[in-house]
């Protein structure tokens, strides 16, 4: 995998923002790209998923049928409304995705208003759980609290000690 499919990953993870994470480093990069898949089904409609990198934090997104999600981004008091899709990309599968024009990924540096793709596998490896449907409401805009880059909701399984900031 080179080196700017890996920063390519950081697109899809990106949202709005005030919050300043810690610039991508090759560290970061580093532990994503080599993590063990734990959720093999992703993406999968009508599912919340955690994903994790150190360059973001923990984030939540519940995927609706139809193409349409939710991001709980890290410091946003409001959830970002997204589109998905998957795709082929320079023969890979890929996990595609659009974040509103007025948004703004805090590490990538980036606008939102277009599609940003990622490999698939790679996009598998940030996601360490998920949960059936949108138990926290996601598709209302809303979002329970303020998300900590670093604490991840207690509804979500997975070991703690190994996934953390």
């Known amino acids: ?10 697109v899809l993870l990106g949202g709005c923002s005030d919050q300043q994470p810690p610039p991508v480093s090759a560290h970061a990069i580093a532990e994503v790209s080599v993590r063990q898949n734990r959720v093999p089904t992703y993406p999968q409609p009508d599912t919340t998923y955690l994903s994790f990198s150190r360059a973001h934090g923990f984030q939540v997104n519940y995927l609706a049928p139809e193409g349409k999600a939710w991001l709980w981004y890290p410091g946003n008091r409001l959830g970002v409304p997204e589109d998905y899709k998957r795709d082929v990309v320079a023969g890979q599968e890929a996990m595609c995705w659009r974040h509103p024009p007025n948004s703004f990924n805090p590490v990538t540096r980036k606008q939102g208003g277009t599609f940003a793709c990622e490999s698939l596998a790679l ?13 926290f409401a996601l598709q209302t805009g809303r979002v329970p609290y303020t998300l900590d880059r670093c604490a991840a909701p207690a509804e979500f399984s997975f070991d703690r000690t190994t996934i953390s900031c």
């Open 1 to 10: 995998m080179t080196r700017g499919a890996i920063a390519a990953l950081f």
């Open 123 to 135: 996009a598998r490896s940030t996601v360490v759980s998920a949960l059936p449907a949108d138990p």
